[in-house]
DNA sequence: AACCAGGACGTGA
DNA sequence: TCACGTCATGGT
């Protein structure tokens, strides 16, 4: 077994399974979810959580997922969760709305520019490049809303997967496409796959790597 | 009360 | 190509 499966094996043990990405309405449902679905993957199961998914791709550049939650709410509550109807927002009206999630100024920008593309794709699934060209969206974001808005198995690569490929000695280069290209081909292109090893990167690297503390290895990876 | 969080862009070397 | 400054709020 290759290092990317074996690692992916025992943080699955570790941790168990995360059912990114989260949905308000899951949260609302069932609090204790916290908008979080393991075992289920059937979501997104309409163009509504489609489109949800990408903004929070798009608000939680660099920024806690909490405070991107905040915005999503005020977004929902102001009827501006579809890409029809957030166009429909006065910019100065979408900066406070989306406010929460820091970065208003962009971000407000960069939820316009993709809407207006979300709106025109109509059901087709949205190239990598397309993504990527949209100004706002690099290959993280990108990656994330393929994987998780449009189920196609795109690896995800983020601050922490990239130190933990450092901290594990898994890697040398520590570019985006390098480590994505890693995992990609030490495992089976399977979306739920991917989806969980995203997450589980992130839960492990909170638990490690936070408050400027980079605990000794885990022996047990 | 600095420091950081599920990055991306613009600029200058 | 690549390092670096910038963008902003809310929690610790």
Redesign the pocket.
């Known amino acids: 077994m290759n290092k990317a499966r074996s690692i992916y094996k025992m943080l699955l043990k570790k941790y168990g399974y995360q059912g990114?990405?989260?949905l308000l309405e899951l949260e609302e449902k069932d609090p204790n979810s916290r908008g979080y679905h393991p075992g289920d993957y059937g979501y997104p199961k309409n163009d509504a959580q489609r489109f949800e998914i990408c903004c929070?791709?798009i608000l939680?550049?660099?920024?806690?997922?909490?405070?991107v939650e905040?915005a999503l709410r005020n977004l929902r509550d102001a009827k501006a969760l579809q890409a029809e109807q957030l166009l429909r927002v006065r910019l100065p009206q979408l900066r406070v709305l989306i406010?929460?999630a820091?970065?208003?100024?962009?971000?407000s920008a960069y939820l316009r520019t993709f809407a207006a593309f979300f709106r025109k794709l109509d059901e087709r699934i949205p190239g990598r490049d397309e993504l990527l060209g949209?100004?706002?969206?690099?290959?993280?974001?990108?990656d994330?809303m393929l994987l998780?808005a449009f189920k196609q198995p795109k690896f995800v690569v983020?601050?922490?997967t990239k130190r933990m490929c450092s901290q594990l000695g898994l890697i040398e280069s520590s570019?985006y496409d390098d480590v994505k290209g890693f995992f990609e081909r030490q495992l089976p292109r399977e979306v739920p796959l991917y989806q969980e090893y995203h997450a589980l990167i992130?839960e492990y690297a909170?638990r490690n790597?936070?408050?400027?503390i980079t605990c000794p290895i885990d022996e047990s990876l």
């Open positions: 990114w990405w989260p929070g791709a939680t550049q660099n920024t806690a997922w909490k405070n905040a406010r929460p820091g970065y208003f100024n962009q971000k949209l100004k706002g969206i690099g290959p993280e974001t990108a994330s998780y983020d601050a922490y570019k992130v909170k790597y936070t408050k400027k």
